[in-house]
């Protein structure tokens, strides 16, 4: 499915093969009910309809499509209109509509029309001759060339038979049913064949040494390597990620040095648009209300922002730190988010894909609410 719409003051919000477009102004509550309904398996048209006829009222301009062949529905109603021309679905709020120019996957918008192309979408001949086949119902002629069956001989033949299974190894208990046996093999894992809680899965490992011991850990990978990070110290006392020449705070240079494994230090803060700052010493989930997700092991910080913004989700975006590396999720938000960097056109990021989030590199959520990773007002000596 291509999707392509026209920037306006109308809201359109979709996903997959059901869109809707509102001549009317976004509503949070609203928005949240009519996604669930747009996302279900079940048919969504009466009651998406009903949904927004119940809040705005009835003179509200609306389209509505499902192009699912399921349940395949569009419903229009007010200055809105649903049009249909060469496979090609438009949902404008006016009679002028001019062909949709902005790409979207998913989510929510402020727009005036939006085109729907299928994959199967048939295209415009090329000639103006007769009917083609397709149309009439006749099968397409064969073309030479082109295989258009499975020919009988492969049809005929048939896998060889897999070489035969090994006979099982069948390996004798040495452990005897005593609580003796158990203590002479403590650190070993054994199996006791009178035990009735067994679970059947648990195997033995002979309880002989091995013939030579492993050589020892070095220290520094005993320690969790998410919570420690190679460092070194530039001239002005900054901790920098090693084996790079400038330092990533101050600018100024590193010295050559033996690198150490040292805590990780605060790698900076992001500014919100209130001028507000959150350290990045642990992640952060953004969003109107944000909550952790159940996965987490370390409790990130859970940063309220967008409250004016119908378009920013609940947990809208989350924020972890591996390393020096700061990396943010669009966590499937309905606004999405986009990549502002100084000197390049803006950059929609996919939702779920990690990305590594640069200093001075601008995430706004929703385009309503930007978010700048800072690492100087950070900075630890």
């Known amino acids: 499915m291509e999707v392509r719409y026209v920037p306006g003051s109308g809201t359109l919000l979709g996903a997959g093969t059901r869109w809707l477009l509102l001549g009317a102004p976004a509503d949070a509550a609203l928005l949240d009910r009519v996604w669930e309904l747009l996302t279900a398996t079940a048919p969504a048209a009466d009651a998406v309809v009903a949904s927004v006829v119940g809040h705005y009222g009835e003179g509200v301009s609306l389209a509505y499509i499902d192009l699912a062949p399921a349940h395949r529905a569009h419903v229009s109603r007010g200055g809105a209109r649903v049009v249909e021309s060469d496979g090609v679905h438009t949902l404008a709020l006016g009679t002028a509509h001019v062909p949709g120019s902005l790409r979207l996957v998913g989510g929510v918008v402020a727009a ?133 020449p400038t330092c990533r705070a101050c600018g100024r ?81 309905r606004g999405g988010t986009t990549l502002r960097v100084p000197g390049r056109a803006p950059e929609r990021i996919r939702a779920h894909e990690p990305y590594v989030w640069e200093p001075g590199q601008v995430l706004d959520l929703a385009d309503s609410c930007e978010v700048v990773y800072d690492v100087v007002a950070g900075v630890q000596a």
């Open 112 to 244: 005036d029309a939006v085109d729907l192309r299928p994959g199967n979408a048939p295209r415009p001949p090329t000639t103006g001759g007769a009917t083609s086949g397709a149309t009439t119902g006749a099968p397409p002629a064969a073309v030479p060339g082109i295989i258009d069956a499975i020919p009988p001989e492969i049809l005929a033949s048939r896998a060889s038979d897999p070489p035969p299974e090994p006979p099982p190894v069948v390996t004798a208990d040495p452990v005897e049913d005593s609580r003796q046996g158990l203590d002479e093999r403590i650190g070993h894992t054994v199996r006791r064949a009178a035990d009735p809680d067994h679970d059947g899965h648990t195997t033995f490992r002979a309880a002989e040494a091995p013939a030579s011991s492993p050589p020892p850990t070095p220290d520094h990978l005993h320690q969790p390597t998410h919570e420690t990070v190679l460092a070194a110290r530039c001239t002005a006392g900054h901790l920098t990620p090693a084996f790079v």
């Open 253 to 333: 240079p590193v010295p050559p040095q033996d690198p150490a494994r040292v805590p990780r230090p605060q790698l900076g803060v992001l500014r919100l648009p209130d001028g507000d700052t959150v350290p990045l010493d642990r992640g952060v989930v953004l969003g109107r209300q944000p909550t952790a997700p159940p996965e987490t092991a370390d409790w990130p910080h859970l940063v309220r922002v967008g409250h004016d913004s119908s378009y920013v989700s609940r947990t809208h975006l989350r924020v972890e730190l591996d390393g020096w590396l700061v990396v943010a999720t669009d966590v499937g938000s």
